[in-house]
Every structure is written in C-alpha cells, then in structure tokens.
C-alpha cells in the first residue's frame, strides 16, 4: 500500500485544491465549465497528439498485449453500456457508464506505478496501454454519445445519422489531434523543437487541471436527490465501480494468461493497467457534453480510493 500513495495522494491534492477553490470564492460557478473547456479544446488534444507523434510503433507493437488490455477495457465497456441500456439509460449516458467502467487512469497513474512494481522495461506496454485507452476507447465513447446526441434530436434527423455524426466526429479535437499525431512517424516526419515544447507545456496542464475541474465540480451546493434518488444513485456507482475495479482487471488476466499466453512481464503490466481506478476521461466528456456529472465524479473519487487497496493487494501478490 505504501507504493501506491505516493502516486495517489496527489490526485487527490488536485481534486482538494479546485474543491477548496471554489468553497472559498477564488474561482466562480462557470470555472468548472470554462476549465473543462480548456482541458478538452487545448490541453488534452495537445498530449494526444503529442503521445502518438512520439509512439515508436515498431517497439510498441505487441499484439498479445494490445489483445489483452484492449480488448478486456471494450469488452467491460460494452457490458457497461448493455447493462445500462437495458435499465432505461439514454445510449449518450450509458456510453458515458460504459467509459466510468473500462477507461483507466493510465495516463497518470499508470507510468509511475508500472515503475516502482515493474521496472522501466514496463514503460514501453504502459505507453501501449495509454494509447489504447485515450484514443481507442475514448473514441468509441465519443461516437456512441454523437449517435445517442443526433438521434435523440428531432432536428438532427433532417440529414442521415451517419453523415451528422460524422461532421461532429471530425471537428471533435479529441479525435483529430491523436490522428494527426499518428501521421508524424508514418510520414518519417519529425517535430521542431519548439513545437515539442509547445505541445509538453500544454499536454501537461490536461490531467491536473481536469482534477482541479473534478474539484471544482463537488464543491457545487446541490440539492438533495431523497432516498430512492440517493440510493440508486448508490446502487449504480457501485456497479460501475465493481466493473472497473474487479471485472476490468480479472478479464485482463484471464485474455492474458489463457488467451495469449503472454510472458509475465506483459501479464502483470496488463492487469496493472487494467487494475486503475477510472480516469477523469469520462467527468470531462459529461461536462462538456453537458450531461449529467454527479454520478462520473463519484465513480473517478469512490474508484481512486478503493483502488489504493486493490491494487496494493495486487502488487503484494507479485
């Protein structure tokens, strides 16, 4: 457990400090928006571009590794959006659910942890891993929502679904950025050293100022949902939270030992990986898609707490 803390406790320094922030005045009722769209607009497109710009896909390709940590985070999405739809859920909520259970905070999280437990030659399947969960998995999410979105506005059905949720996928800047990224090395091109500078500096506010978001977000007076509200509410963060925490991680060991025989090295980065608590991925999109928020920041808080204690357990079992 001790391992774990030191990774831990600034996330949660972050979510304290916007928290604080908003509590005491210093940032008004529309920093959690405005924020939010910084994140989304500059910061976040910034790191996704900078991350597959960078990506030696020739070292980091591992076929047994990506089948493992893929494809257990779209298996547990898809059950979370299934379980979620059959409940009544709208489809753009429920992939917001599905993306609470399978999008894994390993962009933050998961290099310093795969280090102390694993070693540097982790390094290169959590870089893996990061690409799968904030372009594969953040991009399946974004379609289901523009789908849901279109669909249930009559005046979106004037053109064909398809065509209306394809001009929002390709202004979306989390989509474009990363496939932009992607043509840099397959080009043979390189990235001018002022420009690499750019894209760190901006890269590096996205997941601190996004907790910070978080933060500010919990520190809002809302009224009381009553007892059923409440409990429910309960019920399905627990859920999501079970999912991510135990299903996610036990699905990527079953893919991995019995599906693809990985060595041990990629096994334990993959149930690592798959082991995190949920990221502030899907508090982002509910903000700026302008859903329902309350249930995504309990899951990325609830998760982060419990997972010092699962994947502590995890490590000590290495």
Not at 122 to 143: E, Q, R, W, Y
Request: aromatic share 8%; proline share 7%.
């Amino acid at each position: 457990m001790l391992s774990t803390l030191p990774v831990v406790l600034p996330i949660f320094a972050l979510v304290f400090a916007g928290w604080l922030a908003r509590r005491i005045g210093v940032l008004g009722a529309a920093a959690t928006t405005e924020l939010n769209r910084f994140v989304v607009f500059l910061a976040l497109p910034a790191l996704l571009f900078d991350v597959t710009a960078h990506a030696n896909w020739a070292a980091l390709w591992k076929p047994g590794f990506v089948g493992a940590f893929g494809l257990s985070s779209l298996a547990v999405f898809a059950l979370t959006v299934l379980i979620r739809r059959g409940a009544g859920r709208p489809l753009a909520d429920a992939a917001l659910d599905g993306l609470n259970a399978g999008y894994a905070n390993v962009g933050f999280m998961g290099f310093p942890l795969a280090l102390v437990a694993l070693g540097p030659e982790a390094l290169a399947p959590t870089t893996v891993a990061v690409i799968l969960t904030v372009c594969a998995v953040f991009a399946v999410a974004i379609v289901l929502i523009e789908t849901g979105l279109r669909q249930a506005d009559p005046a979106g059905r004037r053109v064909p679904i398809w065509l209306a949720v394809g001009r929002s996928l390709v202004r979306n800047p989390l989509l474009v950025a990363p496939a932009l990224g992607a043509l840099v090395p397959s080009l043979g091109l390189a990235v001018p050293a002022p420009v690499e500078t750019f894209l760190k500096l901006l890269g590096g506010a996205a997941s601190p100022c996004a907790l910070v978001a978080l933060g500010l977000f919990l520190a809002q007076r809302r009224r009381s949902r009553g007892g059923q509200g409440t409990e429910g509410h309960r019920r399905v963060a627990a859920l999501l939270v079970g999912l991510k925490l135990a299903a996610h991680p036990l699905l990527a060991y079953g893919l991995g030992r019995y599906v693809f025989d990985l060595p041990p090295l990629l096994l334990h980065t993959a149930v690592l990986m798959a082991a995190l608590p949920t990221g502030t991925g899907p508090f982002m999109l509910a903000e700026f898609y302008r859903r329902e928020a309350d249930l995504t920041a309990t899951v990325v808080l609830v998760s982060t707490v419990l997972a010092v204690a699962t994947v502590s357990g995890y490590l000590a079992t290495l």
